[in-house]
């Protein structure tokens, strides 16, 4: 295999493992600009991927081709529904986040896994059988070099995935609406001084997180598994925070480490067939994300720092 | 209402509107909640085997509340204790197949010293992170539970020669005891409890009882006031970490050297160590509140096995049910409230 097949072959793997974590990932960025930790990304994401895979099941016959879409929407609203399980406990009632994070992880799994084995009488779902379908992009695909590793046979979730990170970035960076969220995050008392309703924005900013992890997770289940059972996602939610920390909570960081991380993870699947990388012990590819995490957090990648208000439940008049 | 009773009451409260709650799933998906109640208490009481292996299930329940509390008391969230509970049962399995020719009271012993260790190990480099490098433990400790599981089933491949697990312990090294076993029906309840509860009164005689204990508490309380009097801090956060990364480790050790006998290579998290929080926060972080968290949430999840036979229900029921009961205890602030509001109007008349 020439180096350019290997290219070829792994940069489209690496955006196709990346899609799910970039938009779970671009979710955490808006709850922890917000000021609430998410912790619960992990479970939301569990929850996402099995109402992804049930709603296509289920509704393939009325939406036909447009079947995998609407799963997404679907994931969308449940998944930012779900997130108040975390949202109320952790802004309204004062909640501790990690904890209320930790508890909504648990929830998220039993909550999938009670609802299949009620539904299909057994551990896992059906395979679906309307997927998204892949595309070359019209005139792009043809360039040399470029055309085969960006542009030929790609999915629509991928694209789905860049754009939603770079609109989250023009919407943090560019906006009111944006400059509200990072005010709330990082001083909720000056904000509230100012007239900013800091309840409403973190409810906002945790319930984009939900609605993304939720997408997040049906396009993991929709595009890699196509099916939904105990061992779906595992680990995923948690890569996420790891990009959202190593992109040091900017939207287009984020983006790159996530893609990153695809990458890691497309090795540790398809290495075996590449020279050089097969050569490596599985293990390194996978641990690979979360040392590089722990490795960015020392500082010793320029020093990464989170909101300032991140994880602390803000109280009227207390100072 | 005193303080300490509306402490006690709280966590009381979560517990049963959780499992009202969870009767409602239950009513709502078309099962019978008395069926499945009433299953779930035959799984855990029904008979001396299910005795027997409830007890074996609250074991490590226990140990991983214990480096849960253990943790927050020294004013660190320590979510690693899944990751340090499986290097611990890696350890504990490879010392107990892999050395040999030792009598039991030196083989036992040092199987789990060796779980120990490795358990503690794994939270001294998230207590390392922290105190010199400023790193949030949760974050650091949610980064090694991964690389642990990974690393483990590595290791565990080498050993196993390519296979998903190791050969068994060596008789020398195991907890199991046939005394046991034969009173309860052939459970697989062993020993590992009285380590348990030995460590239970560890920690309390750490935490209360010695110079060092007084100094990891003040650390959490208040760090700076800590430094101003003289404490070192970095040491104190490095100590408290590896303290409550031993307990994690000696939880896998349980797993490893009495239920199992073996370490496999293993798909996902145990989901011990994340029960552990939920332990510790139900029994308020203390030595004797672990026990009764670690019995309730052992008891559950034991129980629970019971109720796809019975009644047909699946067991996640429980986990819903435990995951409720944490957000509640979480939410304990709206409790506290009702409760003053309730004891105030009380007191009005």
Do not use: C
């Not at chain 1, 770079?166 to 100012?194: C, N, Q, S």
């Not at chain 2, 399995?93 to 030792?102: F, K, Q």
Request: hydrophobic share 55%; charged share 10%.
């Amino acid at each position: 295999m020439s180096f350019l097949d290997v290219l070829y072959f792994i940069i489209p793997s690496a955006i196709f493992y990346a899609a799910p974590l970039i938009l779970a990932a671009i979710g955490a960025v808006f709850s922890e600009r917000s000021g609430v930790v998410n912790i619960g990304v992990e479970g939301i994401m569990v929850i996402g991927a099995f109402v992804g895979i049930v709603f296509n099941l289920f509704t393939v016959d009325v939406f036909g081709d447009f079947t995998p879409w609407a799963s997404l929407l679907a994931a969308l609203v449940i998944g930012a529904v779900f997130s108040l399980f975390l949202a109320i406990p952790a802004i309204s009632l004062r909640a501790d986040q990690t904890v209320t994070g930790v508890a909504l992880n648990l929830l998220g799994a039993a909550v999938a896994l009670f609802s299949v084995k009620l539904i299909f009488d057994k551990g896992q779902t059906e395979f679906i059988t309307e997927r998204f379908a892949r595309f070359d992009i019209p005139g792009l695909a043809s360039i040399p070099v470029l055309g085969p590793m960006f542009f030929h046979n790609v999915y629509g979730t991928s694209i789905l995935a860049i754009v939603v990170a770079i609109v989250a970035w023009f919407v943090i960076y560019k906006t009111p609406f944006g400059l509200r969220l990072r005010a709330v995050g990082e001083h909720p008392m000056a904000a509230d001084t100012m007239g900013i309703n800091v309840a409403r924005m973190r409810y906002i900013g945790v319930m984009i997180s939900g609605a993304l992890a939720g997408v997040g997770g049906a396009v993991y289940s929709l595009t890699i598994t196509n099916n939904f059972s105990h061992a779906t996602i595992s680990g995923q939610g948690f890569m996420a925070i790891a990009a959202m920390i190593f992109g040091k909570w900017h939207p287009l960081g984020t983006m790159g480490a996530a893609l990153f991380f695809g990458l890691a993870q497309a090795l540790s699947i398809v290495g075996g067939s590449i020279p050089y990388v097969q050569d490596i012990p599985n293990v390194f590819l996978l641990i690979l994300p979360y040392v590089l995490t722990i490795i960015a957090l020392a500082g010793f990648i320029g020093k990464a720092n989170a909101p300032k208000a991140s994880g602390i439940p803000y109280i009227k008049g207390q100072r | 209402m005193s303080n300490r009773v509306i402490n006690i009451l709280v966590p009381v409260i979560s517990v049963i509107i959780g499992l009202i709650v969870g009767a409602i799933v239950m009513a709502v998906s078309g099962y019978n909640a008395v069926d499945g109640y009433i299953a779930l208490w035959n799984g855990i009481f029904g008979d001396s085997y299910t005795i027997g292996e409830t007890i074996r299930q609250i074991t490590p329940y226990i140990l991983a509340g214990l480096a849960v509390a253990f943790a927050f008391r020294t004013g660190l969230f320590n979510i690693g204790v899944e990751g340090q509970l499986i290097m611990g049962w890696a350890a504990a399995a490879y010392v107990g197949y892999a050395v040999e020719g030792l009598p039991k009271f030196i083989h036992l012993p040092l199987a789990l010293i060796a779980a120990a260790l490795a358990g503690a190990f794994w939270a001294f480099i998230a207590g390392v992170l922290k105190a010199r490098f400023n790193v949030h433990e949760v974050i650091a400790t949610i980064m090694l539970n991964y690389i642990a599981l990974h690393v483990s089933n590595a290791l565990i491949k080498v050993w196993a020669d390519g296979g998903d697990k190791t050969q068994r312990i060596l008789e020398t090294a195991s907890l199991r005891s046939p005394f046991l076993e034969s009173m309860t029906q052939y459970s697989r309840l062993h020993w590992g409890i009285i380590v348990a509860l030995l460590m239970v009164v560890v920690m309390w005689f750490i935490l209360d009882k010695t110079t060092r204990g007084y100094e990891l508490k003040a650390v959490g309380f208040n760090h700076h006031a800590a430094e101003y009097s003289g404490m070192s801090v970095r040491r104190n956060i490095i100590l408290a970490m590896t303290i409550s990364g031993m307990f994690a480790g000696l939880g896998g050790a349980m797993e490893a050297l009495g239920t199992f006998e073996y370490v496999g290579i293993k798909g996902g998290f145990t989901g011990i160590g994340f029960d552990g929080i939920a332990v510790a926060l139900l029994g308020a972080n203390t030595p004797l509140g672990v026990i009764f968290g670690a019995t309730l949430f052992g008891s559950l999840q034991n129980g629970a096995l019971n109720m796809p036979n019975e009644a047909g229900i699946p067991t996640e029921i429980v986990s819903i049910i435990i995951a409720l009961i944490i957000f509640f205890v979480a939410s304990g602030y709206v409790i506290r409230v009702l409760l003053e509001k309730f004891n105030s109007k009380k007191e009005g008349k």
